[in-house]
């Protein structure tokens, strides 16, 4: 049974009895959800396992601090129509559901995710599908949320077909956490559900710490590869999660291992009540510095941030090398030597 309460998480061992009631001012702000299968993977003898500081929430949840907010990415800037967010040219961003499998402490969209913000409803989604039907320049829909598996197989593939239909969006990608929190919700059927006629499907996955993939979210993993359906991974750098570089080697590799090319490294947005997993980009940059000595260009995400306030996603380096005008250029190696080229 998914954990949804904070009686439930004392009853399971996963909070001290004596953090009940702060637990439950968290609880009437942010959505609590634990799967069993990461319930299993938590290290309750262990204060700062790297699973449970994901998941089990924290009385600093209710601490803001000033440059914190609650749209931290700026989507409702770019949000021509309910579920649509319209960044970049080619592309948006479509919102079906609010509800995900497991609620991550770090969320960047916790303000609008949770039990009770469902689905469009029929007239929304009909009016998201006229947006994208109206923009000839889309040509990749990213279902987000909210994580979309947690739709059943028949209205997700409904969905998708619908997409489908659209002539020019060639590319339809799919952002979860299932496959590694609910590897069983992986089913045939939903993976069927994935797959529209004549356009390219891909799904992503979030996962934070190399030991969400364990051999059933692998398994999870392999029927969404062997379906023909390429992945991709996305992460976040979450202090005491993986904010060092054997465990950001060891995600990596599990990810290159299970068929899934690593995408993108997010530092962790400005969502309220966050700051506790938040890196300095310095921080971040030292670790992808270190990670590229250790690893191949397939096992490398890119670092990314999210500039606040909408404007878009651009990588932050670290870079490797100074342009010195007509003198040419100083690039670094992996060891940190300086060459001219
Ligand atoms: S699965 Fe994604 S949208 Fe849902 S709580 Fe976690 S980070 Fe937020």
């Given at each position: 049974?998914?954990?949804?309460l904070p009686?439930e998480?004392?009853?399971?061992g ?23 299968d990461i319930?299993g ?13 994901q ?20 989507d ?27 609620y991550?402490r770090?969320c960047?969209r916790?303000e609008?995710?949770?039990p009770?913000?469902?689905m ?11 947006y994208v ?12 949320g ?9 209205r ?6 619908r997409i ?5 969006v ?13 590897p069983?919700?992986i ?6 559900a994935?797959k ?9 996955l ?8 364990t ?5 999870a ?33 599990a ?10 490294l997010?530092?962790?947005d ?21 990670l ?15 500039i ?34």
């Open positions: 049974m998914t954990l949804r009686s998480l004392v009853a399971a996963l909070a001290p009895p004596d953090e009940l009631a702060g637990l439950a001012r968290v609880a009437a702000r942010y959505a609590i959800a634990i799967t069993p319930a993977l938590i290290d309750s003898s262990d204060p700062n396992d790297p699973i449970a500081r998941f089990v929430p924290n009385i600093a949840e209710l601490t803001t601090t000033p440059d914190e907010r609650a749209d931290p990415i700026g409702h800037a770019h949000s021509p129509v309910e579920g649509i967010v319209h960044r970049y040219p080619d592309r948006v961003l479509l919102k079906l559901v609010n509800v995900c499998a497991v991550c770090f960047f916790r609008m995710v949770g009770g913000k469902q469009l409803s029929p007239q929304e989604l009909d009016a998201a599908l006229a039907r109206a923009h000839p320049e889309i040509w990749e829909v990213i279902l987000t909210g994580d979309p598996l947690v739709l059943s197989a028949r997700l593939g409904e969905v998708i077909r489908g239909g659209i002539e020019y060639k590319v339809i990608r799919l952002h979860t956490r299932l496959p590694a929190v609910a069983e919700k089913t045939p059927s939903l993976v069927r994935l529209a006629p004549g356009k390219t499907t891909y799904v992503a979030h996962a934070n710490h190399p030991r969400e993939l051999p059933a979210a692998r398994a993993c392999a029927r969404i590869v062997d379906a023909g359906i390429p992945m991709v991974s996305q992460s976040v750098l979450l202090r005491g999660v993986n904010d060092d570089v054997k465990t950001l080697e060891e995600l990596m590799r990810f290159v291992e299970c068929r899934i090319k690593p995408y993108y997010h530092h962790a400005l969502a309220p009540g966050t700051s506790r997993f938040r890196t300095t980009i310095e921080e971040g940059q030292a670790l992808m510095r270190a590229r000595g250790r690893v191949s260009g397939l096992a490398q995400p890119t670092y990314v941030l999210d606040p306030g909408g404007f878009g996603k651009v990588p932050v380096g670290p870079g490797y090398i100074d342009m010195c005008g007509d003198a040419g250029a100083m690039v670094e190696d992996i060891k940190g030597v300086r060459h001219a080229y």
